[in-house]
C-alpha cells in the first residue's frame, strides 16, 4: 500500500516489462510478447489466434497449453556492476513451471505461480545479457507429480467431463480454475504474470514493510506495528535511526535500530500520541474509509537513507464465537471497532482467464457519496473492456464485503487498494479448492513460502478481515466427496490438518497476529478446531459459515433454506445477456439448445435446472421465432434467478435477530458469484466485460440499509423491518395492493409509529393473507400483488418491495403493456422517462453493448411513470440509446 519509494545511493532498480521473444518447443512458432503476459494473449495480439473466448476456441486451442514456450530477451546493464555488492533478478509473478536462465547460467526453477522469485545474478552479470524462462506445460508437470505420487492416490484425479477440463490441478501451485471449473475455461496459461526487474544494491535492502494496527484497551490508546523486511548484504550488523512520522496524529518517533546480515528485520511499535482523535476504518456504509499518511525514514550506516510512504488504517476485526441465548451451538459474527456488523456481499472470482488483461489503472473522480469509480481494464480484446467493478458495481449494490474465493488467484495490490478505499471488506482464502492436496516436503515448502509472501504482501490492507485456509475442503473429507475407504480416511485427515494447520496456520498466527483464521469454509469454527479441525458436519446451522445449492426445490419457498449463522456461498445461474453471447458466437448458436450452449454450460444439467427453476412460477416461451426463444429465455433466467437469490438473501436479512428452533442470528450473506471469467451461464451477477445481470439491480435492493422483507408461514404474512442503520427510526410502513388488471390501487393501508431498530430485523406487520384479500374487495391470491416500503423523517426512505400471492404463471388480469420511453441528456447522464399502459412485472431495458448502467432495472412497474436515470461507462449519445433500447416485461415473452 506504500506510494512510492526513495532512495538515496543505495538501489538501483530497473524494469524489465516490455518486449520479449516468445518461441515454443520445437521452434515452429516465434513471435514477440509483451511481458507481463502470457502466451495465449500473445499469440491472439499477433492474430496467429482468434479470440480465445469465441465459440469453442477454448477446446480447439489445447495445444496451446499441452507445448512448452520460452521467454527471452537482450538486455543492456544500465550501471556499472562493480559499483553494486548485490544484484537480483526478481519476477513477482511467473505462471508457473519454469527453468531461469541468463547467459546461459541456470539460475533457478520455479513451480509456483504465487510465489515472488528472487535470483542472485551478482557474477553472471555482463554489459550485454540474455535471459531465458523456459516453461514447461503444466499440464504435463501436474500430469507427472501426480504419477510420482506413488504412496496413494490424492483426489480427485480429473474434473467432471462437462467441464472439459485438464486433470491434476491440486498437483500445482497454479490458479486451480485455469485447469477449468464449473463456471470458467480451462486455460492452463504459461507467463510472466507480473513484474519483473533488476535490482541492485548496498549494505541492505527492504523486501517488505507492513502497517498493522492494534486497539490496546487497557490504555486506551491506538499503536501501529511497523514492520521491516531486508536482505542486509553486509558481512556485518548495520545500526542506524529509524523516524516514523504521522502528522494528522501529531505522532512522531526515532528508534535506533541493527540489522543483522542474511535477512534482517525489524518491528517497531509506534504508540499514536493519545491527544490526537483518530478516526477509524469503517465498512461501507458505516463511517468513513479515513486513512493516515506515514512518512518512514531509515538513515543507516554510510549514509544510505530510505524513505517510505505509506497509508495507515485504523480498525480492528474479532469473529466472535460465542454462546446464544436459547440455542445450542455458537454465534459467528464479525465485529468490526467493537461495532458487531451484517457482511453483505457475494464472492469474487479471477477477473479473466488471461491474468495480464486484468489491469486496474482507469481511474475517475470521486461521486459525491465517496465512492471512487473504479474500472477493470480488460485490455486486448481489441477495444478496451470496461469492467466497472468494486466501486460502481459492489459498493453501489450496498455490498459491503467480497469472498475471494480460494480456487483462484491472490489479487492484485491495486484490487485491494480499492477495497481499502471503499470499505469493501475481503475474506481473503488461501488458493486451494475443493480437492484434496499432496504434503510431501517440496510441496509444503512452496506453500510454506507463498503463504509468508502472501501475507506479508497484503496483511497493510484493512480490508482484509479474515484469512481462511481453503474452498470446501473440510467439507469434502467430512461429506466424502470423494468415495475415500473408511480405513484409508486417517491419512487424508492427516494430510488436512498438516498442511492448513499445522503449516498454513503457524505461519499466518507468526506473521499476522491482527485478525482472525478458520481453517477452511464451509467450517463449524472453534468447534471443528474441537473435533480436530475436521468437524462431523461442517454444513451445521449452529455454527460457523454454510454453503447451500439447491435447484430442483422451489426457490420462493425459504423454508428450503438453511437458517444459518453465516451464509458465505449460496446462489443460482442465469445466462448473461444477448449482447454479451454475441461477441463469442454466431447465429447458429443462437439457441438455448445449440452445441455452443451446452458448450458454455460447465455445471452437470446447469440449462435444464435453470429451465426447471424457472417453470415453477412462469411461462416458458412457445415463440417458433428461434432467435426470440433464446432471448426470452435468457431474459426468463435473469428474472429467475434475480428473484430466486432476493428471496434467499432477504430470509437472512431478516434472521439476523431471532433463533427458531435453536437456529438463527444469521450474520452474513455473500451469494455466489459476483463476477464471470468469460461470457457464459453462471451464477454470476455482473457479465463478463462489467454488464450488471438482473440479479445485480436487485441485490441494490435487497442489500438496502433499510429494508422491509415480507414472507408468508401457514397463510400469514409477516413483514420485518431490516435496518443497517445505527439509530431506531420510528417509521411509517406504507402497503399497497394492486389488481394485476389495472394501475390504480385496489386499497392502501399506511401503518404509523413503526420502530425499526438499529442493526436489526424486527416483525412490524402480521395479517392473514385471507383478511388482507377481504380487505381489499375482489382480490384473490391469482388476481392481486402486494407491494411495501418504509418512510421516515428527513428523507429516509427504503426500496419499494413486493409479494407475490401466487405463482406469475397463474396470474389473472395481467396484460401485456404498451412500454415506452424518452430518452433526454442531463449534464452526463441520460434520463428514460417511461411509460406504460398497464401493469408490468420485471421491466428490463437493456442497450445493448453500450456500456453503463440504470439506477434500477427488471423493476414492477405499478405507475404509469417512472424514470430511471442510466450511468454511462464511455461516451454515448440519447440517439444512441434510443436506437439501442429494448424495453422488455414478462408478458412479452411468447
Same mark, same amino acid.
Given at each position: 500500500?506504500?506510494?512510492?519509494? /526513495?532512495?538515496?545511493?543505495?538501489?538501483?532498480?530497473?524494469?524489465?516489462?516490455?518486449?520479449?521473444?516468445?518461441?515454443?518447443?520445437?521452434? $515452429?512458432?516465434?513471435?514477440?510478447?509483451?511481458?507481463?503476459?502470457?502466451?495465449?494473449?500473445?499469440?491472439?495480439?499477433?492474430?496467429?489466434?482468434?479470440?480465445?473466448?469465441?465459440?469453442?476456441?477454448?477446446?480447439?486451442?489445447?495445444?496451446?497449453?499441452?507445448?512448452?514456450?520460452?521467454?527471452?530477451?537482450?538486455?543492456?546493464?544500465?550501471?556499472?556492476?562493480?559499483?553494486?555488492?548485490?544484484?537480483?533478478?526478481?519476477?513477482?509473478?511467473?505462471?508457473?513451471?519454469?527453468?531461469?536462465?541468463?547467459?546461459?547460467?541456470?539460475?533457478?526453477? =520455479?513451480?509456483?505461480? !504465487?510465489?515472488?522469485?528472487?535470483?542472485?545474478?551478482?557474477?553472471?552479470?555482463?554489459?550485454?545479457?540474455?535471459?531465458?524462462?523456459?516453461?514447461?506445460?503444466?499440464?504435463?508437470?501436474?500430469?507427472?507429480?501426480?504419477?510420482?505420487?506413488?504412496?496413494?492416490?490424492?483426489?480427485?484425479?480429473?474434473?467432471?467431463?462437462?467441464?472439459?477440463?485438464?486433470?491434476?490441478?491440486?498437483?500445482?501451485?497454479?490458479?486451480?480454475?485455469?485447469? $477449468?471449473?464449473?463456471?470458467?475455461?480451462?486455460?492452463?496459461?504459461?507467463?510472466?504474470?507480473?513484474?519483473?526487474?533488476?535490482?541492485?544494491?548496498?549494505?541492505?535492502?527492504?523486501?517488505?514493510?507492513?502497517?498493522?494496527?492494534? !486497539?490496546?484497551?487497557? =490504555?486506551?490508546?491506538?499503536?501501529?506495528?511497523?514492520?521491516?523486511? !531486508?536482505?542486509?548484504?553486509?558481512?556485518?550488523?548495520?545500526?542506524?535511526?529509524?523516524?516514523?512520522?504521522?502528522?494528522?496524529?501529531?505522532? #512522531?518517533?526515532?528508534?535506533?535500530?541493527?540489522? #543483522?546480515?542474511?535477512?534482517?528485520?525489524?518491528?517497531?511499535?509506534?504508540?499514536?500520541?493519545?491527544? $490526537?482523535?483518530?478516526?477509524?476504518?469503517?465498512?461501507?456504509?458505516?463511517?468513513?474509509?479515513?486513512?493516515?499518511?506515514?512518512?518512514?525514514?531509515?538513515?543507516?550506516?554510510?549514509?544510505?537513507?530510505?524513505?517510505?510512504?505509506?497509508?495507515?488504517?485504523?480498525?480492528?476485526?474479532?469473529?466472535?464465537?460465542?454462546?446464544?441465548?436459547?440455542?445450542?451451538?455458537?454465534?459467528?459474527?464479525?465485529?468490526?471497532?467493537?461495532?458487531?456488523?451484517?457482511?453483505?456481499?457475494?464472492?469474487?472470482?479471477?477477473?479473466?482467464?488471461?491474468?495480464?488483461?486484468?489491469?486496474?489503472?482507469?481511474?475517475?473522480?470521486?461521486?459525491?457519496?465517496?465512492?471512487?469509480?473504479?474500472?477493470?481494464?480488460?485490455?486486448?480484446?481489441?477495444?478496451?473492456?470496461?469492467?466497472?467493478?468494486?466501486?460502481?458495481?459492489?459498493?453501489? @449494490?450496498?455490498?459491503?464485503?467480497?469472498? /475471494?474465493?480460494?480456487?483462484?488467484?491472490?489479487?492484485?495490490?491495486?484490487?485491494?487498494?480499492?477495497?481499502?478505499?471503499?470499505?469493501?471488506?475481503?475474506?481473503?482464502?488461501?488458493? +486451494? %479448492?475443493?480437492?484434496?492436496?499432496?504434503?510431501?516436503?517440496?510441496?509444503?515448502? $512452496?506453500?510454506?513460502?507463498?503463504?509468508?509472501?502472501? /501475507?506479508?504482501?497484503?496483511?497493510?490492507?484493512?480490508?482484509?478481515?479474515?484469512?481462511?485456509?481453503?474452498?470446501?475442503?473440510?467439507? @469434502?473429507? %467430512?461429506?466424502?466427496? !470423494?468415495?475415500?475407504?473408511?480405513?484409508?480416511?486417517?491419512?487424508?485427515?492427516?494430510?488436512?490438518?498438516?498442511?492448513?494447520?499445522?503449516?498454513?496456520?503457524?505461519?499466518?498466527?507468526?506473521?499476522?497476529?491482527?485478525?482472525?483464521?478458520?481453517?477452511?469454509?464451509?467450517?463449524?469454527?472453534?468447534?471443528?478446531?474441537?473435533?480436530?479441525?475436521?468437524?462431523?458436519?461442517?454444513?451445521?446451522?449452529?455454527?460457523?459459515?454454510?454453503?447451500?445449492?439447491?435447484?430442483?426445490?422451489?426457490?420462493?419457498?425459504?423454508?428450503?433454506?438453511?437458517?444459518?449463522?453465516?451464509?458465505?456461498?449460496?446462489?443460482?445461474?442465469?445466462?448473461?445477456?444477448?449482447?454479451?453471447?454475441?461477441?463469442?458466437?454466431?447465429?447458429?448458436?443462437?439457441?438455448?439448445?445449440?452445441?455452443?450452449?451446452?458448450?458454455?454450460?460447465?455445471?452437470?444439467?446447469?440449462?435444464?435446472?435453470?429451465?426447471?427453476?424457472?417453470?415453477?412460477?412462469?411461462?416458458?416461451?412457445?415463440?417458433?421465432?428461434?432467435?426470440?426463444?433464446?432471448?426470452?429465455?435468457?431474459?426468463?433466467? #435473469?428474472?429467475?434467478? @434475480?428473484?430466486?437469490?432476493?428471496?434467499?438473501?432477504?430470509?437472512?436479512?431478516?434472521?439476523?435477530?431471532?433463533?427458531?428452533?435453536?437456529?438463527?442470528?444469521?450474520?452474513?450473506?455473500?451469494?455466489?458469484?459476483?463476477?464471470?471469467?468469460?461470457?457464459?451461464?453462471?451464477?454470476?451477477?455482473?457479465?463478463?466485460?462489467?454488464?450488471?445481470?438482473?440479479?445485480?439491480?436487485?441485490?441494490?435492493?435487497?442489500?438496502?440499509?433499510?429494508?422491509?422483507?415480507?414472507?408468508?408461514?401457514?397463510?400469514?404474512?409477516?413483514?420485518?423491518? /431490516?435496518?443497517?442503520?445505527?439509530?431506531?427510526?420510528?417509521?411509517?410502513?406504507?402497503?399497497?395492493?394492486?389488481?394485476?388488471?389495472?394501475?390504480?390501487?385496489?386499497?392502501?393501508?399506511?401503518?404509523?409509529?413503526?420502530?425499526?431498530? @438499529?442493526?436489526?430485523?424486527?416483525?412490524?406487520?402480521?395479517?392473514?393473507?385471507?383478511?388482507?384479500?377481504?380487505?381489499?374487495?375482489?382480490?384473490?391470491?391469482?388476481?392481486?400483488?402486494?407491494?411495501?416500503?418504509?418512510?421516515?423523517?428527513?428523507?429516509?426512505?427504503?426500496?419499494?418491495?413486493?409479494?407475490?400471492?401466487?405463482?406469475?404463471?397463474?396470474?389473472?388480469?395481467?396484460?401485456?403493456?404498451?412500454?415506452?420511453?424518452?430518452?433526454?441528456?442531463?449534464?452526463?447522464?441520460?434520463?428514460?422517462?417511461? #411509460?406504460?399502459?398497464?401493469?408490468?412485472?420485471?421491466?428490463?431495458?437493456?442497450?445493448?453493448?453500450?456500456?453503463?448502467? +440504470?439506477?434500477?432495472?427488471?423493476?414492477?412497474?405499478?405507475?404509469?411513470?417512472?424514470?430511471?436515470?442510466?450511468?454511462?461507462?464511455?461516451?454515448?449519445?440519447?440517439?444512441?440509446?434510443?436506437?439501442?433500447?429494448?424495453?422488455?416485461?414478462?408478458?412479452?415473452?411468447?
Amino acid at each position: 500500500t506504500y506510494v512510492h519509494l /526513495v532512495v538515496l545511493l543505495a538501489l538501483d532498480v530497473r524494469s524489465l516489462r516490455g518486449g520479449w521473444r516468445l518461441g515454443n518447443g520445437n521452434g $515452429s512458432v516465434r513471435l514477440p510478447a509483451e511481458v507481463p503476459g502470457c502466451v495465449h494473449t500473445a499469440l491472439h495480439r499477433r492474430g496467429l489466434i482468434q479470440d480465445p473466448y469465441y465459440r469453442f476456441n477454448d477446446v480447439m486451442y489445447r495445444w496451446i497449453s499441452l507445448d512448452n514456450w520460452t521467454y527471452s530477451r537482450t538486455f543492456k546493464t544500465p550501471f556499472d556492476v562493480r559499483k553494486w555488492q548485490k544484484i537480483n533478478l526478481v519476477f513477482e509473478g511467473v505462471d508457473t513451471v519454469a527453468h531461469i536462465l541468463i547467459n546461459n547460467v541456470t539460475l533457478g526453477t =520455479t513451480e509456483n505461480m !504465487f510465489n515472488r522469485y528472487s535470483f542472485d545474478i551478482t557474477s553472471v552479470i555482463k554489459e550485454v545479457n540474455f535471459v531465458e524462462v523456459r516453461f514447461l506445460s503444466a499440464i504435463s508437470y501436474a500430469a507427472e507429480q501426480s504419477r510420482c505420487h506413488t504412496a496413494y492416490s490424492i483426489p480427485p484425479a480429473c474434473p467432471p467431463p462437462v467441464q472439459k477440463g485438464e486433470c491434476h490441478a491440486n498437483f500445482i501451485r497454479k490458479e486451480q480454475c485455469s485447469f $477449468s471449473w464449473d463456471w470458467g475455461p480451462s486455460f492452463p496459461t504459461q507467463g510472466i504474470w507480473k513484474d519483473v526487474r533488476i535490482e541492485a544494491y548496498n549494505y541492505y535492502h527492504l523486501i517488505y514493510f507492513s502497517l498493522t494496527p492494534f !486497539f490496546v484497551k487497557s =490504555t486506551q490508546q491506538w499503536s501501529l506495528e511497523i514492520e521491516s523486511i !531486508f536482505d542486509v548484504v553486509s558481512s556485518k550488523p548495520i545500526a542506524g535511526l529509524v523516524t516514523v512520522n504521522i502528522p494528522k496524529l501529531q505522532t #512522531q518517533q526515532t528508534y535506533s535500530v541493527k540489522l #543483522q546480515p542474511g535477512e534482517g528485520s525489524i518491528v517497531l511499535l509506534v504508540n499514536i500520541n493519545k491527544s $490526537s482523535t483518530v478516526e477509524a476504518w469503517w465498512p461501507n456504509g458505516h463511517g468513513n474509509q479515513t486513512g493516515y499518511n506515514v512518512t518512514t525514514t531509515f538513515i543507516m550506516e554510510a549514509g544510505y537513507q530510505i524513505e517510505k510512504f505509506s497509508k495507515a488504517y485504523f480498525r480492528t476485526v474479532e469473529l466472535v464465537q460465542e454462546p446464544i441465548p436459547g440455542s445450542p451451538g455458537l454465534s459467528f459474527y464479525f465485529r468490526i471497532n467493537g461495532r458487531p456488523i451484517f457482511i453483505k456481499g457475494s464472492n469474487w472470482i479471477p477477473a479473466d482467464s488471461f491474468q495480464d488483461r486484468v489491469t486496474y489503472d482507469k481511474y475517475g473522480g470521486a461521486t459525491a457519496a465517496g465512492k471512487v469509480f473504479f474500472f477493470y481494464c480488460l485490455q486486448d480484446t481489441g477495444l478496451s473492456v470496461i469492467f466497472k467493478d468494486n466501486s460502481q458495481s459492489a459498493a453501489d @449494490a450496498n455490498m459491503n464485503a467480497l469472498r /475471494v474465493w480460494g480456487g483462484g488467484v491472490y489479487e492484485q495490490d491495486d484490487f485491494y487498494d480499492i477495497c481499502d478505499e471503499l470499505g469493501i471488506m475481503i475474506w481473503q482464502d488461501f488458493m +486451494f %479448492a475443493c480437492a484434496l492436496y499432496p504434503t510431501d516436503q517440496n510441496y509444503l515448502e $512452496s506453500v510454506r513460502a507463498e503463504v509468508s509472501h502472501q /501475507v506479508r504482501r497484503l496483511k497493510s490492507h484493512p480490508s482484509i478481515i479474515l484469512w481462511s485456509g481453503n474452498n470446501e475442503n473440510e467439507a @469434502a473429507i %467430512a461429506s466424502d466427496w !470423494f468415495s475415500i475407504p473408511h480405513a484409508d480416511r486417517e491419512v487424508y485427515i492427516k494430510d488436512y490438518v498438516l498442511l492448513y494447520v499445522k503449516n498454513i496456520r503457524e505461519i499466518v498466527l507468526a506473521e499476522d497476529k491482527s485478525r482472525p483464521f478458520v481453517a477452511s469454509s464451509p467450517t463449524n469454527g472453534v468447534e471443528s478446531v474441537k473435533e480436530g479441525w475436521l468437524s462431523q458436519n461442517p454444513y451445521d446451522t449452529h455454527y460457523g459459515d454454510t454453503h447451500f445449492y439447491d435447484y430442483s426445490s422451489d426457490c420462493w419457498n425459504w423454508t428450503v433454506y438453511p437458517k444459518t449463522r453465516f451464509a458465505s456461498e449460496y446462489g443460482f445461474q442465469s445466462w448473461p445477456s444477448f449482447s454479451t453471447l454475441e461477441k463469442v458466437s454466431s447465429s447458429e448458436d443462437w439457441s438455448y439448445t445449440s452445441n455452443f450452449s451446452l458448450h458454455r454450460q460447465h455445471h452437470e444439467n446447469g440449462n435444464d435446472q435453470m429451465l426447471q427453476q424457472t417453470g415453477y412460477h412462469f411461462k416458458l416461451p412457445q415463440t417458433t421465432d428461434p432467435i426470440k426463444k433464446f432471448k426470452d429465455t435468457i431474459y426468463l433466467t #435473469q428474472v429467475m434467478q @434475480a428473484q430466486c437469490i432476493k428471496t434467499e438473501t432477504e430470509f437472512y436479512r431478516f434472521s439476523q435477530s431471532e433463533i427458531i428452533g435453536g437456529e438463527g442470528h444469521t450474520m452474513g450473506a455473500l451469494y455466489w458469484q459476483l463476477n464471470d471469467i468469460w461470457q457464459a451461464p453462471s451464477w454470476a451477477s455482473l457479465e463478463y466485460g462489467g454488464k450488471w445481470k438482473l440479479l445485480h439491480y436487485f441485490a441494490q435492493h435487497f442489500f438496502a440499509p433499510l429494508l422491509p422483507v415480507a414472507y408468508e408461514d401457514k397463510g400469514v404474512l409477516y413483514i420485518y423491518g /431490516v435496518s443497517d442503520l445505527h439509530m431506531d427510526h420510528k417509521l411509517t410502513l406504507k402497503v399497497t395492493v394492486h389488481s394485476w388488471s389495472s394501475l390504480e390501487p385496489v386499497c392502501t393501508l399506511a401503518k404509523d409509529g413503526v420502530t425499526v431498530k @438499529a442493526q436489526s430485523a424486527v416483525p412490524i406487520y402480521k395479517e392473514s393473507v385471507n383478511d388482507l384479500l377481504e380487505r381489499c374487495r375482489n382480490c384473490t391470491r391469482k388476481s392481486c400483488v402486494v407491494t411495501f416500503y418504509l418512510v421516515g423523517e428527513g428523507g429516509l426512505r427504503s426500496p419499494t418491495n413486493h409479494h407475490f400471492l401466487s405463482s406469475l404463471k397463474d396470474a389473472v388480469g395481467l396484460e401485456k403493456a404498451r412500454l415506452s420511453a424518452a430518452v433526454s441528456q442531463q449534464d452526463d447522464i441520460y434520463v428514460f422517462d417511461l #411509460q406504460t399502459t398497464a401493469i408490468a412485472p420485471f421491466v428490463t431495458l437493456d442497450v445493448g453493448s453500450i456500456k453503463g448502467r +440504470f439506477s434500477d432495472n427488471g423493476f414492477l412497474m405499478i405507475e404509469k411513470k417512472k424514470a430511471v436515470v442510466f450511468y454511462p461507462w464511455e461516451p454515448t449519445s440519447a440517439e444512441e440509446l434510443e436506437k439501442s433500447l429494448t424495453l422488455t416485461s414478462l408478458m412479452d415473452v411468447a
